[in-house]
């Protein structure tokens, strides 16, 4: 670990598929540094300081979150736990960086939202796309504020499949991705998508949905199917696990200009309104640029400077609409 003067330290709670990539992501970034670790699950602590020598272990979230000199909490446990750590990270006067979704219990989203807007607390949450090129496109397209012509834009669908839920990388993580109580695809990467589009155009309405769950009342949905209203145009979703894709993400934006679509975590674009093909249009690249224009806007948030990151507001936002479409169909 860097000891530089200008360095910001980080404490990771949460060593499972996410922390530890974005323990992979901090290295080698020029001002934020992993510094303290802790999991409620010693074998993933223990293993995380075999992979990461230079970090060092709290011995508790509690002794994490006051660890004298620590600039930032990165909190990357499942959702039930994102906002009891958060509260702690604001006692000890950190800028919180918290994984989505938020929480499912509005009421404590509303109460730390209230919180952080009276006391100016500094808070964001992590959906990637907040970063994005292709979000940077869609909002320069489509953006306009409300009742503005938004770049003729008439419809929007979006195509999710997941041969296997979980997904074969997330193997290794807990049980509570493939449940119902906190877990699914749409929690998971329907949220990105739906906080890109809320993003962009604001508040979406649900107008149908259908979704289907295992007959066995524990497991995450199998199938979403539902029509939103978002800006003035229709919204719909199509969401299974089965297919063949592994990993299946499709978002096409129709407008009267043209017809954006962006695959595979907005790293793939085709733009057909545009004048001329845009540059720097290699997937790898546009990836690496969210994931490092992520970590100088998290730096932002650690200086009080303003940032793109979604706050707490926002990300509750997103979970609304999510849990909306997750209401079992009558
Ligand atoms: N932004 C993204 O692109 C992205 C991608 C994957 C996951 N996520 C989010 O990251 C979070 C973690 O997901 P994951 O896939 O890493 O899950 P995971 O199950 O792999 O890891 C969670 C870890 O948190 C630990 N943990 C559980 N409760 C804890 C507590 N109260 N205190 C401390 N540690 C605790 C577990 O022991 C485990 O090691 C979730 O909210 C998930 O939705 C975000």
Redesign the pocket.
């Known amino acids: 670990m860097a000891n530089d003067s200008n360095a910001l330290k980080i404490g990771v709670?949460?060593?499972?598929?996410?922390?530890?990539?974005m323990l992979e992501r901090l290295q080698g970034h020029a001002r934020l540094r992993a510094d303290w670790v802790?999991?409620?699950?010693p074998a993933?602590l223990a293993a995380t300081l075999a992979r990461f020598p230079g970090l060092r272990a709290a011995a508790s979230?509690e002794s994490l979150i006051f660890s004298p000199g620590l600039h930032s909490l990165y909190?990357?446990?499942?959702?039930?736990?994102?906002l009891?750590?958060s509260e702690l990270g604001f006692d000890a006067g950190l800028a919180v960086f918290c994984?989505?979704?938020l929480t499912v219990d509005f009421a404590d989203a509303r109460r730390s939202i209230q919180r952080i807007e009276s006391e100016g607390q500094r808070a964001a949450v992590?959906?990637?796309l907040a970063s994005s090129p292709g979000l940077a496109l869609l909002q320069s397209r489509f953006g306009a504020p409300a009742g503005a012509d938004r770049g003729g834009l008439a419809r929007i669908d979006l195509e999710l499949g997941f041969a296997q839920w979980p997904r074969p990388w997330?193997a290794?993580?807990?049980l509570?991705?493939g449940e119902r109580a906190e877990g699914g695809f749409s929690?998971?990467v329907l949220s990105?998508f739906i906080f890109a589009a809320q993003r962009v155009l604001g508040p979406a309405q649900v107008l149908t949905q259908h979704v289907v769950y295992p007959v066995e009342g524990q497991g995450s949905e199998l199938s979403l199917n539902a029509e939103l209203r978002i800006g003035g145009v229709p919204l719909r979703i199509q969401g299974q696990v089965g297919g063949s894709e592994a990993d299946l993400n499709h978002m096409a934006w129709q407008a009267s200009s043209g017809r954006i679509d962006l695959r595979e975590w907005f790293s793939r674009i085709e733009d057909t309104g545009a004048a001329s093909e845009a540059s720097g249009n290699d997937p790898i690249e546009r990836r690496q640029h969210g994931q490092l224009s992520q970590l100088d806007q998290w730096v932002a948030l650690i200086e009080g400077r303003p940032h793109a990151l979604p706050g707490f507001a926002e990300a509750l936002a997103v979970q609304e609409t999510i849990e909306a479409l997750l209401q079992p169909s009558v």
């Open positions: 709670i949460g060593l499972g598929v996410m922390g530890q990539r802790w999991d409620a699950n993933a979230a909190i990357a446990t499942p959702p039930a736990a994102h009891q750590l994984e989505k979704p992590n959906f990637a997330q290794a993580a807990g509570w991705l929690r998971e990105h």
